[in-house]
């Protein structure tokens, strides 16, 4: 496409690029603004006087005598205790990628290795699943955790967490290990392995991209969901997306939005390193299922 | 792979989904036809030295007594299903005998919630869902006629509105259109109107959860349909361009037929993605001009009293719902496992 593109008129050309920065505009100003106005005073974010405050941050520097503070972020990390929803989340997500993923690859690898009829039928199913909004599976949680208690801790969050992402890892893996040529693990089986030894010896090695991939997916169901940590986690084992949530019902009312700015601006930040060190994963595991058809 | 070894390797997956997924819709279905006990009540009559009088008291212990012997509830067959909150039938015969024009019907129906919600859900998905694709598709042309290194810093910003959690996604939009914020005060200065606020307007609002869902997920098609144009028939727009077509025609003729399946693709996922919209509307703090099927299911289960009746009916009706919308997937993936073999 690159030679089209050389011979596009002048006017297509300043079209397109002004059509991607718009885009760019689009996608990019929302982040930039909020991380900018997080570092203000609510009267500077929310400006009603004069919206170029929320830039100068004049409100910030008749209060702190400088431009920038970092109060909003004292407030919500300090004082409303950000940081156990931060060390939770990254509890809750370092098991549910482990664990789905373990789950996973045995699962995935079993599906790509078997002929028979019943592998269709387990990834039929499997799609069906993935199609559940798991917000209609919470209701069906809480009677039985209520009466085994085991509500409200982390452990079964995790688990419900990996049950749900099963059916996508599994869809995911399954094609990623067709793609490794069976020849490798038959000839370990000939040479006298066990199903699982020419899996742990041959396959094992060789399979990291594609768990990789996986892996990141899994991160991000566990890290931006909200519907099964806010109905399965107790005040004290919140995670951040529903500590988020709840700091809206208490700083409305107390006028400290910029605790939930500053959290917001937490939340977002792994994120964005993640999508700078695994953007190429990311890209190839969307469009895996795609191209695949 | 011998149907043992399968066995084995599949069991831990297998049990977690059967476990954890298959349980719990079971369990939901159960749930909806099951309401909780009523307290049994028992009349007293207490007499003083003057008079005696009959009071209607809580039982207790038969009340407990008969939730522990029943756990469930009772059973109330599609009670739960055909009440107010759910589909609301006596009401809607009876909005429907009311009224004398569509419109007016259609207006009774929307003071319902479930028909509320299932307003705005079909609204919702229907909209979203061709928008993103036309969005996705042009920046993906766009995109692809850029130099090298300019397309890695167009990707990596372009994923960040669908990476980031949701629930914060749509709270970053929602500070800037608030009537304080920087989109809001840019919005009242081109209307010429200092009062306009998109939180007390509904039309306004829609549009808004509109704007943001497409934002969400046009990244997602953006990267679908751009590793699509990097396998285009370079022969075919060569072909294309020495018979005269113009730039318009070939994207037309050529580049839009040769991504057609991705489309369908990006569409069936984003319709049954779309379908189960609900972060969005808390982010928006936007429960007062628009609902959806999942927002009701969360809002019945949070709180003191919980009703997990009510949140288990309209969860299987949502269930239904995606079932319709993930039907022509299956068919497709049918076909395909019936070419293969």
Redesign the interface.
């Known amino acids: ?2 030679s ?2 050389l011979r ?1 008129p002048r006017s ?2 300043i079209a ?2 002004g ?2 920065v718009f ?2 505009i ?3 100003f ?2 930039l ?2 991380l900018w ?1 997080s570092f203000k005073v609510e009267l500077d ?4 006087a004069d ?1 170029t405050n ?1 830039i100068t941050g004049a409100n910030t520097e008749r209060t702190y005598g400088t431009a920038f503070t970092g109060a909003g972020y004292e407030g919500a990390w300090i004082e409303e205790e950000f940081w156990r929803a931060v060390i939770n989340t990254f509890i809750v997500c370092f098991f549910v990628v482990i664990t789905s993923l ?3 690859t ?2 995935g ?3 790509s ?4 009829r019943y592998t ?1 039928w ?1 990834l ?6 993935r ?3 798991p ?10 955790f209520f ?1 085994w208690n085991v509500w409200g801790i982390l452990p079964t969050t995790i ?2 967490l ?3 992402n ?2 996508f ?2 869809w995911m893996l399954h094609s990623f290990f067709q793609n490794i040529p069976k020849e490798l693990d038959e000839s370990a089986k000939v040479d006298g392995c066990t ?2 030894q020419a ?1 742990r010896l041959v396959i094992v090695p060789v399979m990291w991209p594609g768990v990789i991939t996986t892996g990141l997916f899994s991160f ?1 169901l566990a ?2 969901d ?2 099964v940590t ?2 399965l986690l107790s005040e004290s084992n919140r995670t951040m ?1 529903p500590e ?2 709840a700091f ?1 019902g208490t700083t409305y009312t107390e006028g400290n ?1 910029m605790f ?2 500053a959290a ?1 601006v937490s ?2 930040a792994p ?2 390193v ?3 060190f695994f ?1 190429r994963q ?2 190839s595991g ?2 895996a ?3 695949k ?1 | 792979m011998k149907h043992r070894t399968f066995f084995w390797f599949f069991l831990p997956t297998g049990l977690a989904m059967l476990l954890f997924i298959a349980a719990p819709i079971v369990s939901v279905v159960l749930q909806s036809v099951f309401a909780p006990h009523e307290a049994v009540l028992e009349t007293v009559e207490t007499c003083t030295p003057f008079r005696c009088s009959e009071e209607t008291a809580i039982n207790q212990e038969a009340t407990r007594a008969l939730r522990e012997e029943r756990p469930l509830g009772r059973f109330v067959g599609l009670d739960i299903y055909l009440d107010r909150g759910h589909l609301a039938v006596a009401e809607v015969a009876e909005a429907w005998r009311s009224t004398d024009s569509f419109g007016a019907f259609f207006s009774e129906l929307g003071d319902l919630p479930f028909y509320r919600a299932m307003g705005f859900t079909l609204t919702y998905t229907f909209t979203v869902t061709p928008l993103l694709i036309v969005l996705g598709l042009m920046i993906a042309l766009a995109v692809n006629a850029l130099t090298q290194w300019l397309k890695g810093i167009v990707i990596f910003f372009s994923l960040l509105p669908m990476i980031v959690t949701p629930l914060v996604g749509s709270l970053i939009l929602f500070w800037m259109i608030d009537n304080r914020g920087v989109l809001g005060n840019f919005l009242s200065w081109v209307v010429g109107d200092p009062d306009l606020s998109v939180k007390a307007s509904t039309p306004l609002m829609w549009i808004a959860l509109i704007v943001y869902g497409v934002w969400h997920a046009a990244p997602f098609a953006f990267v679908v349909f751009y590793a699509g144009l990097q396998t285009l028939p370079e022969d075919q727009i060569e072909a294309a361009q020495i018979d005269g077509a113009s730039r318009w025609q070939q994207v037309r003729y050529i580049v839009v037929p040769h991504l057609m399946p991705l489309v369908t693709f990006v569409a069936l996922i984003q319709l049954m993605d779309n379908f189960r919209v609900f972060e969005p509307i808390v982010g928006f703090n936007a429960a007062a001009h628009a609902t959806s099927l999942s927002w009701i299911i969360f809002n019945d289960m949070s709180g003191e009293t919980r009703q997990l009746s009510a949140a288990a009916a309209t969860s299987v009706m949502t269930i239904i719902g995606v079932a319709i919308l993930l039907s022509p997937v299956l068919v497709r993936t049918w076909r395909d496992f019936k070419g293969k073999t």
């Open positions: 496409m690159a089209t593109a596009a297509l050309r397109t690029y059509f991607v885009w760019l689009l996608a990019a929302p982040f603004w909020t106005g974010f929310f400006s009603i919206w929320a373990t789950f996973g045995l699962g690898y079993a599906l290795r078997s002929s028979f269709f387990l039929i199913t499997a799609l069906i699943f199609a559940m909004p917000i209609t599976l919470v209701s069906g949680y809480l009677l039985p009466e688990i419900v990996v049950a749900i099963q059916p890892t599994l199903q699982f899996f991000l890290y931006n909200f519907a806010s109905m997306v988020i949530a809206l939005v939930a700015v917001v939340a977002t994120l964005f993640l999508v700078m953007q990311i890209v969307l469009t299922g795609a191209v058809g």
